[in-house]
């Protein structure tokens, strides 16, 4: 599956579970390890947890995909799924707050999620 593809399946499942400010990060030229990041909050860690397994389970009954591997689901604060192309990173509020990657990565090309290219 196209990057381009995968980090728009990867938001859509995202936001069937609710996922709030879902960015994409364009990452292509910035790093040489992955081409996006999406980044999204989850209320509570018991959402993170949720929007986590709507992602596995999507990509995986869908498109037959399984991360490369997964940090933090145990505690849910900020969980990362390493997709290769796109990394995704599920916060809860307090934790996006206090990494901001947006910011970090702020020269990179954001976009919320489900806006045109």
Request: glycine share 8%.
């Amino acid at each position: 599956m196209r990057p381009e593809t995968l980090v728009g399946e990867i938001a859509r499942y995202a936001a069937d579970k609710k996922a709030a400010d879902v960015v994409e990060l364009d990452l292509r030229g910035v790093l040489d390890y992955t081409d996006y990041f999406l980044i999204c909050s989850g209320n509570t860690s018991r959402q993170t947890k949720a929007i986590h397994d709507g992602i596995l389970e999507g990509l995986k009954r869908n498109h037959n995909t399984l991360p490369r591997r997964v940090e933090g689901a145990s505690r849910a604060a900020w969980i990362l799924m390493d997709y290769l192309d796109v990394v995704v990173h599920i916060f809860t509020p307090e934790m996006r707050a206090y990494y901001r990657l947006e910011d970090l990565w702020g020269e990179a090309p954001a976009r919320l999620a489900g806006e045109g290219a």
